[in-house]
């Protein structure tokens, strides 16, 4: 079945500190994989999008990684800042078209 | 930096109605989605469009639903008679590529539909 599981559900840090989430997927065919930033009551921003042959990727403070073997990817947060609290989801694309959205993990950066 | 816009914000319907979110995608993007995300779930694909046509549809984007472009910069989800479990946040999102392995959508900022 074509799913993208995310952990930590949720996960409040200090500011300044460094986190890592975590998405496993079983979607097939894979395209490329994507981590967003969503704000609560907005829509869903692009942080990072990866391809089967690329491996890390960074964004500033963000970097993802891809293990397309064992289906892993994950999102590293460095330095983090208020402005990170947010929910971050993975998306698979599957095939040329559909995306698979994760169902999120819910970062609280705590002053 | 151009964005996808969406109209309205909020929308409170009774259940039975017929509602229309409307959306203005980034003006030289030709691919257009709509997604909703019911409250505390994960986002759910819809619909894409492209050159005037649905190109791919979700088992939820049943016959109450239906998209359209009725000009050169409008793209609206119509749902013909609602229910509560519409109740949810739709967003409409745009690209400019499709079948790249680069192409990014980028999403507005969300119309919440709640059904009464």
């Given amino acids: 079945k074509n799913q993208v599981e995310q952990s930590p559900q949720s996960l409040i840090i200090l500011e300044g500190k460094n986190c890592t989430l975590q998405c496993n997927y079983t979607v097939s065919p894979f395209s490329n994989l994507r981590w967003y930033k969503q704000d609560t009551g907005r829509g869903p921003v692009s942080l990072t999008i990866m391809t089967f042959s690329e491996n890390t990727k960074s964004n500033g403070r963000y970097t993802a990684t891809l293990d397309a073997d064992t289906k892993q990817s994950s999102l590293h947060i460095t330095a983090s800042q208020l402005s990170d609290s947010a929910s971050y989801i993975c ?3 599957k095939g040329f078209q559909k995306l698979v959205f994760g169902t999120g993990t819910r970062l609280l950066v705590s002053p | 930096e151009p964005e996808v ?17 409307r959306c203005v995608p980034i003006s030289n993007h030709l691919y257009f989605y709509w997604y909703r995300q019911i409250l505390g779930q994960k986002v759910e694909f819809l619909v894409s469009f492209y050159n005037n046509e649905i190109s791919e549809k979700s088992e939820i984007f049943d016959d109450q639903f239906s998209v359209e472009r009725p000009d050169g910069s409008n793209f609206t989800l119509k749902i013909r008679s609602t229910k509560l479990e519409d109740s949810a946040m739709y967003f409409c999102a745009s690209s400019e590529k499709f079948g790249t392995q680069q192409e990014t959508q980028y999403f507005g900022p969300g119309t919440r539909l709640l059904v009464l």
Avoid: D, F, K
Wanted: charged share 10%; glycine share 4%; net charge neutral.
């Fill in chain 2, 5 to 21: 816009t969406q109209t309205p914000s909020h929308q409170v319907t009774q259940m039975g109605q017929e509602v229309i979110l």
């Fill in chain 1, 91 to 93: 998306v698979v694309r």
